[in-house]
Nanobody, 118 residues
Framework: QVQLVESGGGSVQVGGSLRLSCAAT????????MGWFRQAPGKEREFVAR???????SYADSVKGRFTISRNGAKSTVYLQMNSLIPEDTAVYYC????????????WGQGTQVTVSS
């Protein structure tokens, strides 16, 4: 059974940092690309960052230079280090799995809340 479980969310002040984790079970983690998405209240879910099975990374322009995605194959975990947080980063953050060569993400976690206050 494929499972993605996010953790590490919370409330921080502007300029603060958080590190999100997503533990993957039930599939061969090293064979998949992994992504982070977020959804703010009243908004569509949006792409945040992606890391391929080969550890190439890509980011949304809004987080480039502030967020870093990484993965640990031994722990089957993907991380999102978020620095210099701003109120616009407030959202529920989701990790997701992407089959290599596909564009769609086919498995999602339950999400973790990040709230940035000024």
């Amino acid at each position: 059974q494929v499972q993605l479980v996010e953790s590490g969310g919370g409330s921080v002040q502007v300029g603060g940092s958080l590190r999100l984790s997503c533990a993957a079970t039930g599939f061969m983690f090293r064979n998949y690309n992994m992504g982070w998405f977020r959804q703010a209240p009243g908004k569509e879910r949006e792409f945040v960052a992606r890391i391929t099975w080969g550890t190439s990374t890509s980011y949304a322009d809004s987080v480039k230079g502030r967020f870093t995605i990484s993965r640990n194959g031994a722990k089957s975990t993907v991380y999102l280090q978020m620095n210099s947080l701003i109120p616009e980063d407030t959202a529920v953050y989701y990790c997701a799995r992407q089959v290599v060569g596909n564009t769609a993400y086919d498995a999602w976690g339950q999400g973790t809340q990040v709230t940035v206050s000024s």
